[in-house]
């Protein structure tokens, strides 16, 4: 079975050893040799397997010259200089890297780099080099219906599709109309019991969300080729008992890998942390602000659901007019009145909907 952008798979260490230079070379970092050799440490340590060396302590000693007796709890040293080293990156990824498909950050609460794609310059980039994208049907545009027609409706009537229809054209099933962003998590990489505490930990953090699905069943290698374009596995693997963990969020049908974090060794033996260490993974991926939602809207794949649920949210962070309007069009369109008689501010109702229109279907 053929397995598209297999090369696209891993974040390989080229990568980012490239983004890296890219980032020390940057007018942004020229002005600070203390955040370049910062970032460097910490890059290249995680890069040779070392992860679970970078802590406050040997980055005072290695990167600030700080003697032996440093004591990273109470100097608060490398905390500030993490600090500074973050709002560095967030400003070269706003400016001189705003178009870096490969970002790298560094965590609250750690000093591990991340390494994530920024989806929508990684797929202008490609699709400006002639590459394909990792999805497996044209998407028409969206639906051309009128404000305030039901999109049960104008399917129904025969007065539009969805802008996710198959090649054939026909019209989508309301259930396709409602479907979210599925995660099905795989633990089979991790032998010791530190899985079962992320996976968890995952669970509980995933479930204070709105507009996701999380399902304990990974997707078999078979499985693959009949993977939704909104099916998404979280793995979590690990050498041996000893050795990092390592989460990785990858897009089920074309096996891109969208984002990769490590906990090091020594925070991975406790449950606390290991929690600590699965709620920044889901607080990066799977917010409607996270990188699985702007994944799906980049490639085509985000559902009248997924669209109503991100207008909403936008409406909720700043009660603009135009959010209002932006949100009330989606509401309007995604469910008949006897359904939601008034618009709601309350993301919970627009999930709600999902099990109505399997009723109704």
Request: hydrophobic content about 35%; proline content about 4%.
């Amino acid at each position: 079975m053929e397995k598209p952008l297999n090369h696209f798979r891993e974040i390989d260490g080229e990568r980012i050893s490239t983004s890296l230079k890219r980032i020390l070379e940057s007018r942004i970092f020229s002005r600070s040799e203390r955040l370049r050799s910062f970032l460097k440490f910490v890059v290249e340590m995680e890069q040779q397997g070392r992860a679970q060396e970078i802590k406050g302590y040997t980055i005072g000693i290695d990167v600030f010259s700080r003697d032996q007796s440093f004591d990273a709890g109470s100097d608060p040293l490398v905390r500030v200089q993490a600090g500074k080293l973050r709002r560095l990156l967030n400003l070269y990824y706003a400016d001189e890297g705003r178009r870096e498909a490969l970002r790298i950050r560094i965590p609250l609460g750690g000093y591990v780099p991340i390494y994530e794609w920024n989806v929508a310059s990684y797929i202008e980039r490609h699709t400006h080099e002639g590459m394909s994208l990792p999805h497996r049907e044209a998407r028409s545009e969206r639906a051309s219906r009128e404000p305030g027609t039901p999109i049960n409706t104008a399917i129904n009537e025969g007065h539009g599709r969805d802008r996710c229809s198959p090649a054939d054209g026909g019209a989508r099933s309301r259930s396709e109309l409602y479907r979210l962003p599925r995660i099905h998590i795989d633990c089979s990489g991790i032998a010791d019991g530190r899985g079962l505490p992320f996976v968890n930990a995952v669970r509980l953090a995933a479930g204070l969300l709105h507009g996701i699905e999380l399902t304990a069943r990974p997707i078999e290698d078979d499985d693959l080729a009949a993977a939704h374009d909104l099916d998404f596995t979280l793995s979590i693997s690990a050498s041996n008992s000893t050795r990092p963990l390592c989460a990785r969020l990858l897009h089920a049908g074309s096996r891109l890998q969208l984002f990769s974090q490590i906990c090091d060794a020594g925070a991975a033996t406790n449950r606390l942390q290991i929690a600590a260490f699965a709620n920044q993974v889901v607080a990066h991926t799977m917010p409607i602000a996270g990188l699985i939602y702007q994944f799906a809207k980049c490639h085509g794949y985000s559902t009248a659901l997924m669209d109503c649920l991100e207008a909403t949210y936008k409406y909720n962070l700043d009660s603009s007019s135009a959010a209002y309007w932006e949100a009330s069009y989606h509401q309007t369109r995604l469910a008949h009145s006897r359904h939601l008689p008034g618009f709601t501010t309350n993301l919970a109702d627009l999930v709600a909907l999902k099990g109505v229109a399997t009723q109704d279907s």
